[in-house]
């Protein structure tokens, strides 16, 4: 096996530990579909087909779907699946953390995620300064943070937000805005371009960027936060922007996901959104460097 | 055509007119952005290397490389001349394996890679055992370690060797350092 004991078991405690964040702080643990007719659209998310249906690339649409049926607080830990994703920190199915909370925004979700990363810590290694490639991290008390236009501003030389070039974004991203972070302390991007918007509102007073944040540690992308879109008819022009750009760059175009409109148009409450790569959080902690090391293959 | 989702480890491509070999390969995904191929790349024909992050809409040729597996025959002025398994001889310019060609023993098992019909690489068994022809007798008593001395194999090629190996001693050489290993067999 790829995975060896001890390495099995840290994980378990890993996922013991969010488990226990999130029953200690009253929220609901749901399993939604794994096979699904319409995965969500996002440009460059591939869905792997089962049947007649997919697989979901992720749980968002159905998660929200419970929030408009009345859930406050809910979170899933479950499989997620994205065709032709394989790196040392990606796989083409790979487990995901979720979790949503009504009446509140992207920033109170960054202060959750703060703790529940904290709490794991506490649990594996057993404290919240760890060791990670031959250096060390301290997860708490400071995270850097800092608006996506800063960030390029000030690493990348150019403006994402008064002029976005996605192609450049994405390069730029990698080869010199990451590379920038503290490797000794996590960093969260925040505000994102409209233009990357995805799933999440507009800031109210700004809409030239979207209440999006990510948080890296240790030079990963560990989760991924939206304060949630949740106006349907926005919503429904998203989708069909991103049924052209998939069109036109040769992608498979998904079926939109009408019964999510629907909820959406009987009310989603205002509310924010997180999605965390559990696989990605314990390499982190068991200080490993490939995905393939934590998870069984 | 080769597209970005082709790339892997050991894959040759060719990129800006040049043909290289993929030696690292990773994937990356920048948030809910476009895939990002970073690619270590061996210029085939120097073996210079490269980092280089493609994007999911590269393209790539396919260069024209071909391995053939052939045993070396003999020496023909500045050419090699080698053997297939059909006994049909195939030569190449000595220049291509420089002075390791002076390594090379009757029958050596190689690969060689051709680049659109050129020969652009020779590879030699990992270690060739070459008889000393000529070597000066090492001073008696010097007995430091590390000390050498230069010696000359059949064939031509010269390496330095530990002052305990003597003319008509066959000595073990790897073909990667083109440096002495150990001593096969005393004379």
């Known amino acids: ?297 | 055509m080769i597209t970005a989702s082709d790339l892997r480890k050991g894959l040759r491509i060719e990129f800006e007119g040049i043909p290289y070999i993929i030696t690292e390969f990773n994937f990356v995904k920048p948030g809910k952005g476009q895939g990002i191929y970073t690619c270590k790349l061996k210029n085939l024909l120097n073996g210079a290397t490269t980092v280089r992050n493609f994007r999911d809409n590269a393209r790539f040729e396919e260069p024209d490389v071909e391995d053939k597996h052939l045993r070396f025959s003999y020496e023909e002025g500045d050419n090699l001349v080698f053997l297939d398994d059909a006994f049909e001889q195939i030569s190449i310019p000595g220049s291509v394996l420089g002075d390791k060609k002076k390594l090379l023993v009757e029958d050596a098992a190689v690969a060689i890679t051709f680049y659109n019909g050129q020969a652009i690489d020779v590879e030699m068994p990992t270690f060739v055992e070459k008889k000393v022809v000529h070597s000066e007798p090492g001073v008696k008593g010097d007995t430091a370690t590390n000390v050498t001395k230069p010696a000359t194999l059949e064939g031509g090629y010269i390496l330095q060797v530990p002052l305990f190996v003597n003319q008509g001693d066959v000595v073990r050489v790897d073909t990667r350092t083109g440096e002495y290993l150990d001593r096969a067999s005393r004379k």
Not at chain 1, 210 to 238: C, K, P
């Open chain 1, 1 to 297: 096996m790829n995975v060896d004991n001890s390495i099995l078991e840290q994980r378990h405690r890993v996922v013991r530990a969010i488990r226990r964040f999130f029953w200690d702080r009253d929220y609901i643990e749901v399993e939604t579909p794994v096979r699904i007719p319409s995965p969500c659209l996002e440009l460059h998310i591939d869905a792997e087909p089962a049947g007649n249906q997919f697989l979901r690339t992720s749980p968002e649409l159905h998660m929200k779907r419970l929030l408009a049926g009345g859930s406050a607080k809910i979170f899933q830990i479950g499989p997620c699946f994205r065709r032709g994703e394989k790196g040392n920190l990606h796989r083409p199915e790979f487990t995901m953390l979720e979790w949503y909370r009504t009446g509140v925004g992207y920033m109170e979700a960054l202060a959750e995620t703060k703790a529940l990363v904290a709490h794991v810590a506490k649990e594996v290694p057993g404290q919240t300064g760890i060791p990670w490639q031959g250096g060390r991290i301290e997860l708490m008390p400071v995270w850097d943070s800092m608006t996506v236009r800063d960030a390029f501003i000030g690493a990348a030389g150019w403006d994402p937000v008064s002029k976005f070039d996605a192609d450049r974004f994405n390069l730029d991203l990698v080869e010199k805005v990451e590379p920038s972070f503290s490797p000794e302390r996590p960093t969260v991007l925040y505000d994102y371009p409209a233009e990357a918007a995805a799933l999440s509102r507009l800031k109210p007073g700004d809409p030239s960027v979207a209440e999006r944040w990510e948080l890296y540690i240790g030079g990963m992308e560990i989760a991924n936060a939206f304060s949630e879109l949740t106006d349907a008819v926005e919503q429904r022009r998203r989708f069909e922007q991103c049924a052209e750009q998939r069109k036109a760059r040769g992608g498979e175009v998904y079926p939109v996901d009408e019964e999510f409109l629907e909820a959406m148009e009987r009310g989603i409450p205002e509310c924010a959104g997180v999605a965390l790569g559990v696989d990605r959080l314990v390499m982190l902690l068991t200080n490993l460097q490939s995905i393939g090391d934590v998870r069984i293959e």
